[in-house]
Nanobody, 124 residues
Framework: QVTLVESGGGLVQAGGSLRLSCAASGRTFSSYAMAWFRQAPGKEREFVAAINSGAGTTYYAGSVKGRFTISRDNAKNTVYLQMNSLKPEDTAVYFC?????????????????WGQGTQVTVSS
C-alpha cells in the first residue's frame, strides 16, 4: 500500500513557474517508478513526466520537454515536478503515480497508486 499526496498547485500567469511535490508513504520509495500525469476538463488523462527507480532516468511528454523537470529525493520519499515557462494549455489537475513493476513507463494503466491531484491554472 502506497499513499501519495500532491502539493504545490495554484494559479500562475503565463510564463511563470510552479513546483509540484508528491510525498509518498512507505519505506520502499526508492524501488518505485514515479510519474506525473495531468487531466484537463473534457480531456483524457495524459502523461507528463516520469522517473525510474534505478538510475533515475527521466522521460517527458513532447509538450513539456525543455520546460518541466522531474526529480526525486529518496531520502524524503518525495518526487518533484518543476514547471517553468508555463502556458495556458498546461492548465489541468496534476496527478502523481507510483508502481514497482513498470514496462511502459509513460502509460497510465501501468500505475497502481495515485494521488488525489492538485490543480494548476495558468492564466493568459
Amino acid at each position: 500500500q502506497v499513499t501519495l499526496v500532491e502539493s504545490g498547485g495554484g494559479l500562475v500567469q503565463a510564463g511563470g513557474s510552479l513546483r509540484l511535490s508528491c510525498a509518498a508513504s512507505g519505506r520502499t520509495f526508492s524501488s518505485y517508478a514515479m510519474a506525473w500525469f495531468r487531466q484537463a476538463p473534457g480531456k483524457e488523462r495524459e502523461f507528463v513526466a516520469a522517473i525510474n527507480s534505478g538510475a533515475g532516468t527521466t522521460y517527458y511528454a513532447g509538450s513539456v520537454k525543455g520546460r518541466f523537470t522531474i526529480s526525486r529525493d529518496n531520502a524524503k520519499n518525495t518526487v518533484y515536478l518543476q514547471m517553468n515557462s508555463l502556458k495556458p494549455e498546461d492548465t489541468a489537475v496534476y496527478f502523481c503515480a507510483a508502481d514497482r513493476a513498470i514496462v511502459r513507463i509513460t502509460a497510465s494503466y501501468e500505475y497502481d497508486w495515485w494521488g488525489q491531484g492538485t490543480q494548476v491554472t495558468v492564466s493568459s
